[in-house]
DNA sequence: TATTGTTATACTCTATAACTATA
DNA sequence: TATAGTTATAGAGTATAACAATA
C-alpha cells in the first residue's frame, strides 16, 4: 500500500517532462524579448546583483567560463550587458547592466517570472511549497 | 506562517538546478556506454515498445521529426537501431532495435536507472512519492 | 490534399583544452 | 605558480522550412 516500487525513477522521468515542457513554452514567451533561456538566466542574475566576475557568473548557472565567455559576448554586443576591469585585479572583468540592459530586465524579468508561475499555478498553493522544499532538499543534498 | 510568497517560482528555480545537475552526473555516466542522454532515451523508449514510426517517437520524446530523423541516423550508423517500412504505409518507418542495439540496452538501461535512482536516494522513499505524484499531476496539466 | 520522413540551414548551448594576461 | 578570461574546436540538440514519396 505504499505505492510504486521506484518512485524516484518515476519522480525523474516526470521531472524531465515537466521541465522540457516548460523550457519550450519559455522559450516561446521568451522571444518576445528576443532573449534565449541562458540569456535570460544572465539578466536575471545582474539585476539581482550586478558587479560580479565572470568566473562567480559561471559558477552561479553551473556551466564553465567558456560558455559565459561567449553568452557575454553575444550580450555585450547587443549592448545588454558591459564588462569592467576589476580596478585592483584587473583579471577580472566585472559585468554591469547597460541601461538598455536594465530596462530589458525590468521588462522581461518581472514578465516571465510570472508566467513561470502561472506554469506552476495548476498546482495548489500548499502543493507548490511542497515541490519547492522537495527540489531544495534535493538540490542541496546533490553537491 | 505558509512560508515563501512565491513558491511556484521557487520551486522552478530549484527544477532547473536539479535537473541540470543530473543531467551532467549523467552525461558522464553515460559516456560508458557511448550513449548521450537524447540516445539513451530513445533505446529505454524502443527497449520498452519496439515498432513505433519516427513521428510517434518524436512525439514521445518531445522533439520535431527532423531532430528525430538526425538522432534515428546516428544509431542506426552505429548498428543500434534499424529502420523497416511498414507494410501497409510505406511512408512510415518502424523503428526496431537490432541485436547489438538490445545488448546494448540490456547492459545501459538498467545501470542507468539504478545510477538515477541513486541520485535521488537522497530523500525518503515517502518523499520520492510525494516528488513523483506532484510532478506527475503538473505534467499532466501541462497539456 | 494531408502525412511521413528527409534534407539543408542556422543558431545556441555545452565541454575541453590551450592560450594570454595578471596576480 | 595560480587564477580569470579568451579563443578554437567539436559536437549535440533544437527549430524552421522546403522537399519527395506515399496515402
Redesign the interface.
Known sequence: M???R???????L?????????H?TSADHLEKYDLTAAQFDVLAHLSVKEGISQQALSERL?VTKGNVCGLIDRMESRGLVSRCSHPEDRRLNLLYLTEAGKALAARAVPAH?EF??R?????S?Q??????T??????R??D
Chains 1, 2 share one sequence.
Request: glycine residues 4%; proline residues 2%; charged residues 25%.
Open positions: 505504499s505505492g510504486v521506484n518512485p524516484g525513477l518515476l519522480a525523474w516526470y521531472m524531465m517532462r515537466v521541465s522540457n515542457k516548460i519550450r553551473l517570472e513561470l508561475e506554469q506552476m499555478q495548476h498546482l498553493a502543493e507548490q511549497r511542497n515541490l519547492y522537495l527540489l531544495r532538499d534535493l538540490d543534498s546533490l
